[in-house]
């Protein structure tokens, strides 16, 4: 049943798309960016204009819709469009805004954005348009992709910074510089039939990026992207992922969680019915050594997994480092988490890895009905494809 639901979540989204731009209807109180001096060629700067647009609308007594009309191409450097508005607001984009390609255009100041939403209360972005970071140049010099280039910083696709009661449905982003939708300090949050897409070689381009947010939902998304479809980091609770197809990528991430010794935490996380197609990961929770807080209370159910690297992985001595990590007693508690229903194949020999802390083991981990089958054909009778290191039971 799962991956049926799966098969026809994928197959309807391009409709939901054509629906949606075709026929959603933009309201009365509209704000058009080509009436705030826009060219919508792609090759203007139609920066200003968009900042226009929305001080436009955002102060508007009653509830207000930005229009990027079908059709036009606006070429957007860094912005911050912020709140708090006087109404409800609602970014209509139809067309599509595409990211300055000079990586120039950003300073030190800016470069962690691109698009960055701030302090907005009854916000919706819709429309069924795209998105478009333009981040070849910036993948081209990243040091993940050439090692002798030094290691820089890259703008965040679309960063919702400090929104309540937001919407982002019907949307195509591609080609971010490196994150492609962040949510941070948000709440009551819900994210719905996005198309979000990405080289699989472009680095740090993670699909959707939660952290110290609330009261989420993301549903019906399809990404395709060169790191994790999602990763769901410190100060996440009550999050709600389902009926996601994620593939190429790193999986479904929950981390990671205490680098530089920090204190993280996590809670309240279900992720179901997930589809994943030859991602380096499935469901993975990776922390730190020297960090500390907790991961708790999550679930991972109903997932199938289509050549998966490491379909099941709990690591928490995770080191993203060119040199070893130091050896340190700390560790961000995992506990009560529950990997059920999940089936498919791995493309490694070891289908699941727990690996724990020595000194903080992860307890309260379940396993109910999970076949995994590892691929090659592997003799299992005298060898099991899983690690299990430091669980208490």
Request: with cysteine; aromatic share 6%; net charge negative.
């Amino acid at each position: 049943m799962a991956s049926t639901v799966l098969i026809v979540s994928a197959s309807l989204l391009a409709l939901f798309f054509f629906l949606h731009s075709a026929d959603a209807d933009v309201g009365s109180n509209v704000f058009s960016i080509q009436s705030y001096g826009a060219h919508g060629d792609g090759r203007h700067d139609d920066t200003k204009a968009l900042g226009d647009t929305w001080a436009a609308a955002c102060s508007s007594a009653k509830p207000a819709v930005l229009l990027i009309p079908k059709g036009k191409k606006y070429l957007i450097k860094h912005t911050t469009l912020s709140g708090p508005c006087k109404s409800s607001i609602s970014l209509m984009v139809k067309g599509s805004l595409v990211a300055s390609p000079e990586r120039s255009d950003w300073s030190k100041e800016t470069i962690r954005h691109w698009i960055l939403i701030s302090g907005v209360t009854g916000l919706t972005v819709t429309g069924g348009g795209t998105i478009d970071g333009n981040g070849k140049i910036w993948w081209q010099n990243s040091c993940k992709t050439n090692s002798k280039l030094p290691c820089t910083e890259a703008p965040t696709a679309l960063t919702f910074y400090s929104c309540k009661n937001l919407k982002v449905e019907y949307l195509k982003v591609v080609n971010s510089q490196q994150i492609q939708i962040s949510v941070e300090d948000c709440t009551d949050v819900m994210v719905s039939r996005l198309s979000i897409t990405a080289p699989e070689t472009a680095p740090n381009t993670d699909g959707i990026h939660i952290t110290r947010s609330r009261d989420v939902e993301v549903t019906d998304c399809m990404i395709k992207t060169g790191d994790d479809c999602m990763s769901i980091e410190d100060g996440t609770e009550n999050l709600h992922v389902k009926n996601m197809v994620c593939g190429p990528g790193h999986g479904i991430s929950i981390g990671s969680l205490g680098d530089h010794n920090s204190e993280a935490h996590v809670n309240n996380v279900t992720v179901d019915n997930v589809r994943l197609y030859g991602t380096a990961n499935g469901a993975r929770i990776k922390t730190w050594q020297g960090g500390k807080g907790s991961a708790k209370n999550i679930v991972f159910q109903n997932m199938v997994m289509d050549n998966v690297w490491n379909p099941i992985i709990i690591d928490q001595n995770y080191c993203d480092s060119s040199t070893p990590c130091k050896q340190q007693k700390s560790a961000v508690e995992v506990s009560n988490v529950l990997f059920k229903n999940i089936r498919g194949t791995s493309a490694s020999e070891e289908a699941i890895m727990l690996h724990c802390s020595s000194s903080v083991p992860c307890h309260g981990i379940t396993l109910e009905n999970v076949n995994l089958t590892v691929k090659g054909g592997i003799d299992l009778k005298h060898e099991h494809p899983w690690t299990l290191e430091d669980v208490e039971k």
